[in-house]
T-cell receptor, first 115, second 115 residues
């Protein structure tokens, strides 16, 4: 069975601080895909990034960066110079294998960025 | 272009009543998913449609839950004889063809409250 763990339930930072959200996953599949979604207070889940199991190259998009390490089954997400608008719940998710395209989500991390 | 549309936004009903939740996916998307988000259970997969058929309905929690999709477009999730534990936000998502690598695009959800 697939499992995603986000050990940090809540994180609170002050604006301009860097913050890293942790994600650890479990799967027996050799091919799988990892995703990060953002859920702002409005409620809609917004797709941020996808990574496949063959590509361990880290990615940077503006203030966002992602570190995928297959050896530790982790897919961590860093926000540099956080802003109040980054306040949201962030979900890590996993798809692939016999479960096909269904997403298995972590419990989510509530990030609060204070001015 | 329009995103995933769900209706109603909110639904309050009495225990024991039946409810129908509607999802209109992004035009042209053949894959459609239902998830449930509740405080105790996080984000859970319910059912996946490819066209009008449901190759994966393993997430439906009981036989009180059913879903259908007609014309390869709109989907309806029906909960019969509602119970208080059915209270949750029901999220619908769609993707172009249902591949595990494809990001799923979510609607705003239907918040269901059972009195």
């Amino acid at each position: 069975a697939q499992k995603v763990t986000q050990a940090q339930t809540e994180i609170s930072v002050v604006e301009k601080e860097d913050v890293t959200l942790d994600c650890v996953y479990e799967t027996r599949d050799t091919t799988y895909y990892l995703f990060w979604y953002k859920q702002p207070p409005s409620g809609e889940l917004v797709f941020l990034i996808r990574r496949n199991s063959f590509d361990e190259q880290n990615e940077i998009s503006g203030r966002y960066s992602w570190n995928f390490q297959k050896s530790t089954s982790s897919f961590n997400f860093t926000i540099t110079a956080s802003q109040v608008v980054d306040s949201a719940v962030y979900f890590c998710a996993l798809s692939g294998g016999p479960s096909g395209s269904r997403l298995t989500f972590g419990e989510g991390t509530q990030l609060t960025v204070n001015p | 272009g329009a995103g995933v549309s769900q209706s109603p936004s909110n639904k309050v009903t009495e225990k024991g009543k039946d409810v129908e939740l509607r999802c209109d996916p992004i035009s042209g998307h053949t894959a459609l998913y239902w998830y449930r988000q509740s405080l105790g259970q996080g984000l859970e997969f319910l059912i996946y449609f490819q066209g009008n058929s449901a190759p994966d309905k393993s997430g439906l929690p009981s036989d009180r839950f059913s879903a259908e999709r007609t014309g390869g477009s709109v989907s309806t999730l029906t909960i019969q004889r509602t119970q208080q534990e059915d209270s949750a936000v029901y999220l619908c998502a769609s993707s172009p063809t249902g591949g595990a690598f494809q990001p799923q695009h979510f609607g705003d959800g239907t918040r269901l409250s059972i009195l």
